[in-house]
């Protein structure tokens, strides 16, 4: 199977300050300076305020206008993103720090990589995304967008669970019908900006394969039984006799000889 991870995750952080603490400052204007996001264990800080002070691209401070919420943005996060961060808030006389964690899901496609000729086959592909209202998955077969057939054969059913106010969960599922030998290859569910992507090799078996199956079978089956039949030969043993059989056939044919020359004499 093949994955890879990438979205957007916006970490919130709301301040909470007294009147006293808004009486430390000369300049409430500046206030946003004292705002800091970091990642943990490192202390290096990303943003300062609504300024940028990581090399990354991907990372930016968003304010809310007229409120106290300073948001941490990343863009196409990976899954070497996820860990834990803290937003610390430096005031006169007092700090406020707010650790949060951040786990990064990756994509999952499920559903049978081995079907018949003239089955159903059916694939699911699940992927968390932040903003549900502009992300969405497409599917994609051996490199090329799955175009639905004139037939109807294809039908793809999205759900969307919201986890969040603007977050969710996106669940596609890719039904076939009348699967055909032609219709082996690889799948591929995709998200809209095609960062995030996860696939699974499907083959179609026919029923002249089966058969070649069971051919093959039956071939080997008989080869054990004749190298088998060769084995007891070589031993003495006739096959279809066990060896106690055998013994007491020979015993009597020996016995029979004797009486016979005895007779004679």
């Known amino acids: 199977m093949i994955g890879m991870m990438t979205l957007k995750m916006k970490m919130e952080m709301t301040l909470k300050m007294t009147d006293e603490d808004d009486g430390d400052d000369d300049n409430n204007n500046n206030e946003y300076y004292h705002v800091t996001w970091r990642r943990l264990p490192g202390t290096a800080p990303l943003t300062i305020g609504p300024k940028s002070w990581t090399h990354d691209l991907r990372v930016q401070a968003e304010h809310v206008p007229n409120s106290s919420q300073w948001n941490l943005v ?20 007092s700090a406020l720090r707010h650790l949060v964690t951040l786990v990064v899901k990756g994509i999952e496609i499920s559903g049978d990589n081995l079907v018949r000729i003239g089955a159903k086959l059916s694939l699911t592909c699940n992927a968390s995304l932040v903003d549900v209202a502009a992300e969405r998955v497409s599917w994609w077969k051996d490199g090329k967008p799955l175009v639905l057939d004139k037939e109807n054969r294809f039908k793809v059913h999205t759900r969307v669970s919201s986890t969040g106010f ?24 995709r998200s809209t900006e095609r960062a995030q992507m996860a696939g699974v090799k499907v083959e179609v078996q026919g029923e002249s394969t089966l058969k070649r199956a069971d051919q093959v079978k039956e071939y080997s089956e008989s080869s054990q039984l004749q190298t088998s039949q060769q084995k007891l030969l070589e031993n003495g043993v006739v096959p279809g006799i066990n060896r106690s059989s055998s013994c007491f056939f020979l015993c009597y044919i020996i016995l029979f000889t004797s009486l016979h020359m005895l007779y004679r004499c």
Do not use: F, H
Request: aromatic share 4%.
């Open 74 to 93: 990343i863009e196409r996060v990976t899954l070497a993103d996820a860990g834990q961060y803290e937003c610390q808030v430096s005031r006169r006389r």
């Open 166 to 189: 603007t977050s969710g969960i996106i669940s596609s599922k890719l039904d076939l019908r009348d699967a055909r030998a032609s219709d082996s290859g690889v799948y591929l569910c």
